[in-house]
């Protein structure tokens, strides 16, 4: 397993870190994402330390704390061997403080996920969403003090727009508080979004890419394919509502490079795609889950082997979508371009913020 640095903090992260959303298996999405009890959880943590995956994400979000709750007994004996990432701030119930990030609400979250976890400390705590009730600074202020008692190692934020991560940060320099190291963010082969603003700040600002959902939420698990009708077994059925669109031409265009690529390397479609996102530029981290033993270990096999540029040429190719504005003209002329060259063509493969 490659460890990397977690943008510009002191803490090292594993390539690869396990996403813990199938553990608890409560409500009608996560429900459908798995189901893992805690003998069944404590199994694949073994699976993933044997392989170097060190790093296990989760949220108060996930199947009402119940995912904590799992992942806090499947580490139980070995807390030292691993590094605990969870999030808040997303609603958790119907009451007007069980949502956001005001101070109150993250001391009580982060009290609420080490009595979950059963642990003393974070070692990543990150904010599931902005909350533009609550001054940056009153969030900002509320962490510090979580992370002067030990409570939290450090802090991160997930799905953020650029101004929101920029004033963020730019409040964090001003008053001394914890930086950002982290940004949860979805990228995939048909979810590159996040290359246009996220990535560019992210590099600039040294705040390192975790990404989730790095199959495009489920749709380039190599099942779906032009032509042919929706798996009776996906759980893209009753769940893809609630993912990240993609139009179906752009899916099988994708799905089609794939499989000439996994034909050449002899790796599947998700190995594919998976190696693909860890030689992007910012990427500190790609998050995997898994419902079963097999299909954690098929995502392991997505490192220890390199594509070649031309194959990730092809893939770039094949994925590639118009730049919204104001980033069409750098794409288009080549006056801009020298100016404002795009991220992925100016760092080399595999670069990621210093």
Known sequence: MEYRQLGTSGLTVPALSFGAGTFGGRGPLFGEWGTTDAREARRLVDICLEAGITLFDTADVYSAGASEEVLGLAVR????????????????????????TSGTRLVRATEDALRRLGTDRIDL??????????????????????????????????????????????AAERHGFPRYAAHQVYYSLVGRDYEWELMPLGHDQGVGAMVWSPLGWGRLTGRLRRGHPLPEGSRLHRTADYGPPVEDEHLYD????????????????????????????????????????????????????ELTPEQVARLDAASHRPAPYPYYPYERQEGFARLNPPLVRSVRPGGRAA
């Open 125 to 170: 705590f990150q904010l599931h969403a902005f909350d533009a009730a609550t001054p940056v600074e009153e969030v900002l202020s509320a962490l510090d003090g979580l992370v002067r008692a030990g409570k939290i190692r450090h802090v991160g934020v997930s799905n953020f727009a650029g101004w929101q991560l920029m004033k963020s940060l730019a």
């Open 254 to 305: 994708v799905v089609d490079a794939l499989d000439e690529v996994a034909r050449e390397t002899g790796r599947t479609v998700p190995q594919v795609a998976i190696n693909w996102l860890l030689r992007r530029p910012t990427v500190s981290s790609v998050i995997i889950g898994a419902r079963n033993e097999e299909q954690l270990r098929q995502n392991i096999g997505a490192v220890g082997w």
């Open 77 to 100: 004996g070995r807390r030292d061997r691993v590094l605990l990432s969870t999030k808040a701030g997303l609603p958790t119930g119907d009451g007007p403080g069980d949502a956001g």
